[in-house]
């Protein structure tokens, strides 16, 4: 019914930028918010950003903030994940959530998820 599909994912160098996208198709909730997650090898999946759907309201995790900004394309029900700054621990799969996201970094509280697209910062 719902289908996120995310875009962008990439290698670069240390300082480096890359914008990802993801896009939604299918049915839409009101009041559902969107959020982008990564899961490195070994760890767990952990909260990178979150956007309402007016676009009016974000949030970051620690690592992202002051380096990373999250958008809402609600033309083509899309979000989007500036990075600049990048760095080797930025390396993940990051997958975009769209849901409730009252919690913001729990991901049971997401209802729907994309593939994900690897991102990879080298040295």
């Known amino acids: 019914q719902v289908q996120l599909v995310e875009s962008g994912g990439g290698l670069v160098q240390t300082g480096g930028s890359l914008r990802l996208s993801c896009e939604l198709s299918g049915r839409t909730f009101d009041n559902y918010a969107m959020a982008w997650f990564r899961q490195a090898p070994g760890k767990e999946r952990e909260f990178v950003a979150i956007v309402n759907w007016s676009g009016s309201s974000a949030a970051y995790a620690d690592s992202a903030k002051g380096r990373f900004t999250i958008s809402r394309d609600n033309a083509k029900n899309g979000v989007y994940l500036q990075m600049n700054s990048l760095k080797p621990e930025d390396s993940a799969v990051y997958y975009c959530?769209?849901?409730?996201?009252?919690?913001?970094?729990?991901?049971?509280?997401?209802?729907?998820w994309g593939q994900g697209t690897q991102v990879t910062v080298s040295s």
């Open positions: 959530a769209y849901g409730m996201g009252r919690r913001v970094a729990v991901t049971s509280d997401y209802d729907y």
